[in-house]
């Protein structure tokens, strides 16, 4: 009896072992309905298509891209809804096939040797036979007329003969000097000259006078535009995942700001701004303090922010 109970717990344990493992998959999706947000929303969140999220939430190894991609999915994922990624990640460490490595098998050093000495003998042999076939053709058509010098001389080109062309002497032709031309004195423009009397006049030059133009002095660059519309600015206190849209559809911030620091963004309003951890994050528009705690769900504030001229407006998404 005893043995049958021990038999038995081995069973269960050897049956727990093999049972599969639950992926990280359930959580998010339970985490994501917490935080009163859709499958389509945490796509948009994470800039990835709707159906990475929902492999991701349906724990389909199968239809996911390669493991060092979902590592990231998953930790983005579990960020978003305040779920710990290490703790996710690991899970899907435990649920995913494990990387078999490939075996190379080595084929032995004797066989190309082998092969290739196989090849050899039989193209030479080939060979012979060939060039003895060609040799026996050309005996029979010649009426057995060729000698053992004719044979040797088979294939070979004949010489053509060389033309010489005799070349003519160079011819000396003699050449007669050139004359000699003697310099004629240099005159001196600023010499003195004689008049008719016989008195000596001197004539000065006057310099030449070079004008000076000055360059112009180079424009100030003209300064940077102002940027116009709303200014939203956030104070954080800890680490939130932020993500703020104008209304043209352009992501103003879409990243993990730390704590301790502000961003301020420029745009047209209304706002689309959805808070990781709303409690964390002080926000202002243009220089107004602005409550949103209205909207704050399971620590996740999504909300519409606008200034109609000066009164600051919130809403529901």
Request: hydrophobic residues 40%; negative net charge; glycine residues 10%.
């Amino acid at each position: 009896m005893k043995g049958d109970r021990d038999n038995a717990t081995e069973n269960e344990l050897e049956t727990e072992s093999l049972a599969p493992q639950p992926g990280p998959g359930s959580r998010l999706g339970k985490a994501r309905m917490a935080a009163n947000m859709t499958v389509e929303e945490v796509a948009a969140g994470l800039n990835l298509t709707l159906g990475i999220v929902q492999a991701l939430e349906r724990d389909a190894v199968d239809e996911l891209p390669a493991p060092v991609f979902v590592r990231g999915y998953i930790s983005n994922y579990a960020r978003l809804v305040g779920l710990r990624g290490d703790e996710l990640v690991n899970q899907y460490e435990k649920v995913r096939a494990p990387e078999v490595p490939l075996e190379l098998r080595h084929r032995p050093a004797s066989a190309a040797p082998r092969i290739r000495l196989g090849i050899s003998l039989r193209t030479v042999v080939l060979l012979l036979l060939v060039i003895g076939g060609g040799v026996t053709a050309l005996w029979w058509f010649q009426g057995s007329q060729l000698s053992v010098g004719d044979l040797t001389r088979i294939g070979r080109p004949e010489p053509a003969p060389m033309a010489i062309t005799p070349v003519p002497a160079p011819v000396m032709q003699e050449t007669a000097p050139a004359p000699v031309v003697a310099p004629e004195p240099a005159t001196d423009s600023a010499a003195p000259s004689s008049d008719a009397t016989g008195s000596a006049r001197v004539e000065t030059v006057e310099p030449a006078t070079v004008a000076v133009v000055e360059a112009p002095a180079p424009a100030e660059p003209a300064p940077p535009p102002e940027p116009t519309g709303h200014r939203l600015k956030l104070n954080l206190k800890n680490d939130v995942w932020v993500e703020i849209v104008d209304d043209d559809g352009t992501r103003l911030v879409f990243d993990m700001l730390r704590g301790g620091t502000s961003r301020e963004v420029t745009g047209e309003g209304p706002f689309l701004v959805l808070l990781g951890k709303a409690g964390a994050v002080a926000v202002e528009l243009n220089g107004n303090a602005v409550d949103h705690s209205a909207f704050e769900r399971k620590g996740i504030a999504r909300f519409v922010l606008d200034d109609e001229g000066g009164e600051i407006v919130t809403r529901a998404p």
